[in-house]
């Protein structure tokens, strides 16, 4: 089971919003900066979000994130077809001394 | 441009050692943390370990300490994940990835390798 806790799936309409989730505990999400990857289908991961809400140059505005507490969000607006992916949150988890990643969320655009 | 270049796909059998490289290219090597993720088939990525290049110092996951270990030779700015024994369970995509800058608390994995494949069956 991984440390920090995704749905495993959400989808909705092209053109729409979505939200995913991802909590964690006091001693990663509550301490650590979050951050998102997007992995198309075949591809490595890319870094879509980090520290917690700011975009790398390059990735569109349509992608933003944000934190509380234990948990962040990871919210996708104008979902394009382009944008079906397995998206992962990742922190660091002070306990384990060790990086930590939700179990993925695979997002499809009907 | 910072670029993590991974070397080729494996095929290996039970009980063999392994070491899969990753070569780093356009920045100062020792600038930050390389770490390695494993993704078994069909599944998620799952954190393992990061080195600091400058002075080797390691943090392992807990799920991977003692079963591979890993290095780097600042002389050729490459990292190294390894394995003496393999099992068929160690059957999977590795992916290099810099994970922030040494001294500070950046955590975020940026650039990714592009993956080395690991296949291990008798």
């Known amino acids: 089971q991984s440390v920090l806790t995704q749905p495993?799936?959400?989808?909705?309409?092209?053109?729409?919003?979505?939200?995913?989730?991802?909590?964690?505990?006091?001693?990663?999400?509550?301490?650590?900066?979050?951050?998102?990857?997007?992995?198309?289908?075949?591809?490595?991961?890319?870094?879509?979000?980090?520290?917690?809400?700011?975009?790398?140059?390059?990735?569109?505005?349509?992608?933003?994130?944000?934190?509380?507490?234990?948990?962040?969000?990871?919210?996708?607006?104008?979902?394009?077809?382009?944008?079906?992916?397995?998206?992962?949150?990742?922190t660091w988890d002070s306990s384990l001394s060790a990086g930590v990643f939700g179990g993925g969320t695979k997002l499809t655009v009907l | 441009e910072v670029q993590l270049v991974q070397s080729g796909a494996e095929v290996k059998k039970p009980g063999e050692s392994l070491r899969i490289s990753c070569k780093v290219s356009g920045d100062s090597f020792t600038r930050c943390w390389i770490s390695w993720v494993r993704q078994m088939p069909g599944k998620g990525l799952e954190w393992m370990a990061r080195i600091d290049p400058g002075d080797s110092y390691t943090n392992y996951s807990p799920s991977f300490q003692g079963h591979v270990t890993i290095s780097v030779d600042k002389s050729i700015n490459t990292a190294y994940l390894q394995w003496s024994s393999l099992q068929a369970s160690d059957t999977a995509m590795y992916y290099c990835a810099r994970q922030g800058l040494v001294g500070t608390t950046e955590n975020w994995l940026d650039p990714w390798g592009q993956g080395t494949l690991v296949t291990v069956s008798s």
């Open chain 1, 8 to 90: 495993p799936s959400v989808s909705a309409a092209p053109g729409q919003k979505v939200a995913i989730s991802c909590s964690g505990s006091s001693s990663n999400i509550g301490n650590s900066h979050v951050s998102w990857y997007q992995q198309l289908p075949g591809t490595a991961p890319k870094l879509l979000i980090y520290e917690n809400n700011k975009r790398p140059s390059g990735i569109p505005d349509r992608f933003s994130g944000s934190k509380s507490g234990t948990s962040a969000t990871l919210d996708i607006t104008g979902l394009q077809t382009g944008d079906e992916a397995d998206y992962y949150c990742g």
